[in-house]
């Protein structure tokens, strides 16, 4: 597909994302801090408003992302969609520890303290993390690459599905009985629900773009090793024909070389380890 | 129906390990009631075949229909129907002899007879009650050969079944698993001449790729060598 | 077995041996059956979950005696340690679930039999709950003997409740994490590292469904029930239902290879 493309629409194709997510990320902050109006109470600190709460929910909508494309590795049993579904987690991780690290600094700001069990949507939030930080542990210490991805497919689905359950649960809990300290989206003034809207957004895109260049380098990766591997077989196939004898009518190596490659290609390109161009 | 199809039909059968190719572009087919020896060095692919066939490893290229189920999509169908004899007896070290074949009897319907009946048939009646893990290993075999032939498989996936065996055994249990047993029957050996004199077919498996795939009558001893040569 | 007459026998076996099978491979629910049956029988057999459980829960109520200095406890705290002692215990078992499968070859003969996945779960599920409430039988006198400010027999309809919905959420992610972990390296560590987080909403519900009836003046059973036991019941009962459905969508895919 590329390839017959001009290079102008190819360059659009891929530049897009990027291009926009830096122009919203501007956009964010500059709305932040040169169009919504300072907080009555807490001040300048509550702009972390708008970083802290977005990347949280970002990241579990990655968490949970992750487990649908999971879903959809186990029905298809496709690698593609097991790599989108790890860099999905992956970067919900890399996004969770910055939730968890602005949501500190604001506790800190806030209340003086660096944790505060208080606020259940926080404390739920690191309980869902402790589950996820098992997500590649577990991942890495299987060894054979299809079990791997069909056991992190499970995995994925399994703490999708206990994300909202761990949400709900613990703001059952009977020490939140107190009306929450920490103001939501619903009830803001409109130039902080729409600075926060874009924020949103503008992190959003951060997401979608990260987690489409990792998506990439991942699959590039697998296409190459893929290429190495046919590269391997056709050098190896000369070297193992004359072992055989002429006269074996059932022998089975007769297709053409050239043949069998490409089917062979076919298949990978199926399994998604190698995308025909 | 499922008579009327090979018991065996492979088409262009690939499997990986990782990047490793174990098995590359097989096709064979195989009758009911015939005997397919896999011959080949250690790693050649032997084992992997016969858990491909068992349906325990899918497929990664190529199809597979054993017994009439293509694999992997229809596994379920296999179940019960393949007896497999493999380096591991399969048995809880815990448990006796006999609640060993009577767990496995009542998952396949089967009652206390026919655990009975396998006993006798080994050769284990006298060691009924012992706990598995006191067994040696040409025991072990034997009560292995019980488990596999509890359900009245169709097909035998022998993976070197005499390796443990003693002489005496050896012939103890020919009748169940030899040529005598009329099962359809894939096994590997480490000994080609004694694998030759009961295969309808022989394959030969190097680097997981067939060399050889002929009657044992036109195969002679330098073909056979060169399976093995390093 | 030995109970057969020996003419029976006298037949000639081998011809026998290979004729199709006569009976007919049972259904789904008797599978179960007959795999909670051999689990049972290799518990019996080993003592390899239920003794080490129960001698785990009393050194942990005699440690949480000593490290909070207390001789007796009530309200949210007994609930605490309560339930914090049943799932390090539970997770012992754990880890042990499908040790003898894995490393006897239990998983690819039960592979090759004509034998149900969910029926796997349901027969392993079954097992872990039995030990957990084995393990309850005897931690639970031991706990109110040595820990508890008050009787427990007042409140003993709420405590079993709870337990039970407790305990079935802990044996089915129990199953679902002890299968997810054992083919991986470093299982032994996985798998409580799996385990805790998943189970912190069934020990949030279960603490604040018991601290009240641990606490000094106990409500009667309606009380308690209007006032939080129902609603906590219904969570745990939800979280047992949801994970039981994850669990037997899931468990197929872990049984493969």
């Not at chain 2, 019960?80 to 493999?86: A, D, E, M």
Request: aromatic fraction near 6%; hydrophobic fraction near 50%; charge should be positive.
């Amino acid at each position: 597909m590329d390839s017959t493309q001009k290079p102008p629409a190819r360059l659009l194709r891929t530049a897009w994302l990027p291009v926009t997510t830096a122009l919203m990320i501007a956009a964010a902050l500059a709305l932040t801090f040169f169009y919504a109006p300072l907080e009555a109470q807490e001040g300048f600190l509550q702009k972390i408003f708008y970083l802290h709460v977005p990347l949280a929910i970002v990241t579990l909508c990655g968490f949970v992302y992750g487990g649908l494309l999971a879903i959809a590795h186990l029905r298809t049993r496709e690698v593609r969609y097991d790599v989108r579904s790890y860099v999905a987690i992956h970067m919900s991780l890399i996004f969770g520890v910055c939730v968890l690290i602005t949501g500190s600094i604001w506790a800190k700001g806030s209340w003086g303290h660096w944790w505060v069990w208080n606020e259940p949507t926080l404390d739920s939030f690191l309980i869902i993390m402790l589950l996820y930080c098992t997500y590649q542990p577990l991942r890495f210490a299987i060894e054979d690459r299809e079990r791997q991805a069909r056991y992190a497919s499970v995995f994925a689905i399994t703490a999708g599905a206990f994300v909202p359950m761990a949400m709900i649960v613990v703001r059952l809990a009977p020490q939140y009985v107190h009306p929450r300290v920490l103001s939501s989206a619903n009830n803001l003034p409109a130039p902080m629900g729409a600075t926060f809207v874009v924020a949103l957004l503008a992190f959003s895109l951060l997401y979608a773009t990260l987690w489409r260049l990792e998506v990439r380098v991942k699959l590039a990766r697998f296409r190459l090793r893929a290429l190495q591997r046919l590269a391997l077989e056709r050098a190896q196939a000369p070297l193992r024909a004359p072992l055989a004898s002429p006269g074996a009518p059932l022998l089975v190596p007769s297709t053409a070389s050239a043949d069998r490659s490409s089917g062979r290609r076919r298949q990978l390109a199926e399994r998604g380890e190698v995308i025909v161009p | 129906m499922e008579s009327s199809s090979p018991a065996l039909e492979l088409r262009a059968l690939g499997r990986r390990f990782g990047e490793r190719a174990v098995l590359r572009s097989l096709t064979l087919t195989l009758e009911h009631g015939q005997t397919l020896a896999v011959l080949g060095s250690n790693g050649a692919g032997k084992t992997t075949l016969l858990r491909v066939l068992a349906g325990l490893l899918a497929p990664h290229s190529g199809r597979a229909r054993v017994l009439g189920a293509e694999l992997p999509r229809e596994r379920e169908l296999l179940r019960g129907r393949i007896g497999w004899i493999g380096h591991e007896p399969l048995l809880y070290r815990a448990l006796t002899v006999s609640e060993n074949l009577s767990f496995h009897a009542r998952l396949h319907g089967q009652g206390r007879r026919r655990v009975a009946e396998l006993l006798e048939a080994v050769g284990m009646s006298a060691r009924a009650k012992t706990p598995v893990r006191e067994l040696s290993r040409g025991m072990l075999q034997r009560v292995a050969v019980a488990r596999a032939l509890i359900g009245s498989p169709q097909l035998l996936l022998l993976d070197e079944p005499e390796a443990n065996l003693d002489p005496g055994a050896r012939e103890a249990l020919e009748p169940l698993i030899g040529r005598d047993s009329r099962c359809t029957r894939v096994l590997t050996s480490h000994d080609p001449q004694a694998a030759l004199e009961e295969a309808d077919l022989v394959l030969g498996l190097r680097d997981g790729a067939p060399l050889l795939l002929e009657p044992p009558a036109s195969i002679d001893r330098d073909r056979l060598s060169a399976l093995y040569s390093p | 077995m030995s109970t057969l007459p020996e003419n029976a026998l006298s037949a000639p076996p081998r011809a026998s041996v290979h004729q199709p099978a006569s009976g007919r491979p049972p259904g789904a629910a008797r599978v179960a059956l007959i795999l909670l049956g051999k689990e049972l029988r290799l518990e019996l057999r080993t003592l390899e979950s239920v003794p080490g459980m129960a001698l785990f829960a009393l050194s942990a109520f005699v440690i949480f005696h000593f490290a909070l200095n207390r001789a007796a406890l009530q309200g949210d705290l007994a609930a605490g340690v309560l339930w914090v002692t049943i799932l390090l215990a539970a997770l012992l078992a754990i880890n042990r679930l499908f040790v003898a499968d894995a490393q006897q070859g239990g998983f690819e003969a039960l592979a090759l039999a004509p034998v149900p996945p969910g029926a796997i779960l349901a027969a392993k599920a079954a097992a872990l709950l039995i030990y957990l409430l084995v393990l309850e039988l005897l931690a639970l006198p031991a706990f109110a003997l040595l820990l508890l400010a008050q009787p427990l027999a007042a409140a003993a309809f709420g405590v079993l409740a709870t337990l039970l919905l407790g305990d079935i959420a802990i044996a089915v992610i129990g199953t679902l994490v002890s299968a997810l972990v054992i083919r991986s390296r470093a299982r032994d560590l996985l798998g409580p590292l799996l385990m805790l987080p998943l189970l912190i909403p069934v020990v949030i519900g279960a603490t604040s469904a018991l601290s009240p009836l641990l606490a000094p003046h106990a409500p009667d059973l309606s009380s308690w029930l209007s006032a939080t036991g129902l609603r906590w019941l219904a969570v745990l009962g939800l979280y047992d239902l949801l994970f039981g459905l994850i669990a037997y969508a899931l468990f197929e895919f872990l049984l493969e290879d």
